[in-house]
């Protein structure tokens, strides 16, 4: 009982702007999800592109040396490039998602959370991009001749 009045079982008591804050928390947290859904499929479309690359390139590699025709030379390159370059576009959206979404937030209240995920997205993007960059001008590894 709060001043003589008697409040329904699970109604909230506490104040106002904390329910809104721990909202507001709930509402970033949400967005980081979210980008880190973003995140796991734009890793998983890099990881699956270059793998496709390195796999089909060794393939062809191995048909040419039998001497038996190959029907199309840059074909593992291209399906790379293309799910690298899917891979990227997905942390780009998802990143630029997630900056809309914390920028109308941070209009309207505090926010003091980290933004770990978001570096995240900004590293593996790099990174699929120098990957995409490598692929396509077949930059040699170090140590191969």
């Known amino acids: 009982m709060t001043n003589g009045v ?27 999800r979210s980008l880190m859904a973003w995140v796991r499929t734009g890793l998983s479309l890099i990881s699956f592109g270059f793998t496709i690359y390195k796999f089909l390139d060794q393939t062809r590699e191995q048909i040419m040396a039998t001497g038996a025709p190959v029907s199309s030379v840059s074909s593992p390159r291209i399906i790379g490039l293309f799910m690298i370059g899917v891979g990227i576009l997905s942390l780009v959206l998802g990143t630029l998602e997630n900056t809309m979404t914390m920028r109308v937030l941070r209009r309207r209240y505090t926010i003091t959370h980290s933004r770990y995920a978001l570096f995240m997205a900004v590293v593996l993007t790099i990174f699929g991009f120098v990957l995409f960059l490598g692929i396509l001008f077949r930059f040699q590894s170090i140590g191969s001749s």
């Open 6 to 32: 008697k409040r329904p079982a699970g109604e909230r008591t506490e104040p106002a702007d904390e329910r809104t804050a721990m909202a507001v928390d709930r509402t970033v947290m949400a967005a980081d």
